[in-house]
């Protein structure tokens, strides 16, 4: 069964960096989403993104979060200058036309800000 | 905007039990509910889905009903086993923006079963 690939697994970075997270959906995917999960916490939607641009957006994707889809494989999440309070599993999701069909996730990536 | 309340847990079994968790869910149109479960240290994995009233989804034991009167999707398993520990959300997906309807989650209930 198709996959959704999320690298790295695991991201230690020092507060103030700027990290890349990286996802290859899977092929027949037209939308595609970021979720974070702090510990323990809620799933919490980022962004949407579909044909190149944001379709939506959450309070919490602030100036220091984009999203892009350079080569129409990889898509990722970019968070220019860390804070402590960004460390959370990171999950890349995608999905189709269809309205009844759940959307398939990656295994996530971790993100520890230090 | 669309909503999910589920039981928060933790919710801890015997073997063989019988498995409740409750899910009700707030949203405008026809949305489509989802479980899905999140196993320790793995990512989310549907489990199953519904996409219209009184639609029943069900998958590896588990079963949840689609009730509009009720704006319910509570998940049931006959007999749980050990192999279930997880965390269990609840979600929906309305039906106003398309394929770019995004997912809304409930806060997750913690399940462990104990042999």
């Known amino acids: 069964e198709p996959e959704v690939t999320q690298t790295p697994s695991h991201q230690v970075t020092q507060m103030g960096q700027e990290v890349i997270l990286r996802c290859v959906p899977i092929?027949?995917?037209?939308?595609f989403y970021w979720y974070r999960q702090i510990l323990g916490q809620k799933v919490e939607f980022l962004v949407s993104?579909?044909?190149?641009?944001?379709?939506?957006k959450s309070e919490i994707f602030d100036d220091q979060f984009s999203v892009e889809r350079p080569d129409g494989s990889n898509f990722t999440l970019k968070i220019r200058s860390t804070k402590l309070e960004d460390s959370a599993m990171y999950f890349c999701?995608?999905?189709?036309?269809?309205?009844?069909?759940?959307?398939?996730f990656g295994s996530g990536t971790r993100l520890t800000v230090v | 905007g669309n909503s999910v309340t589920q039981m928060e847990g933790p919710v801890t079994l015997s073997e063989e039990a019988f498995l409740t968790i409750n899910c009700t869910y707030t949203?405008?149109?026809?949305?489509?509910l989802f479980w899905y479960v999140q196993y320790p240290g793995e990512g989310l994995q549907l489990l199953l889905k519904?996409?219209?009233?009184?639609d029943k989804g069900s998958n590896k034991g588990f079963e949840a009903t689609y009730r509009k009167e009720t704006t319910s999707f509570h998940l049931e398993k006959g007999s749980v086993q050990v192999s279930d520990s997880a965390v269990y959300f609840c979600a929906l997906r309305g039906s106003f923006q398309g394929g770019s309807e995004k997912l809304v989650f409930g806060k997750g209930t913690k399940l462990t079963v104990n042999p």
């Open positions: 949203a405008t149109g026809y949305p489509s």
């Open positions: 092929s027949n995917h037209l939308y």
């Open positions: 519904a996409t219209k009233a009184d």
């Open positions: 999701a995608g999905g189709t036309d269809e309205m009844g069909k759940g959307y398939t």
């Open positions: 993104f579909y044909n190149n641009e944001i379709s939506e």
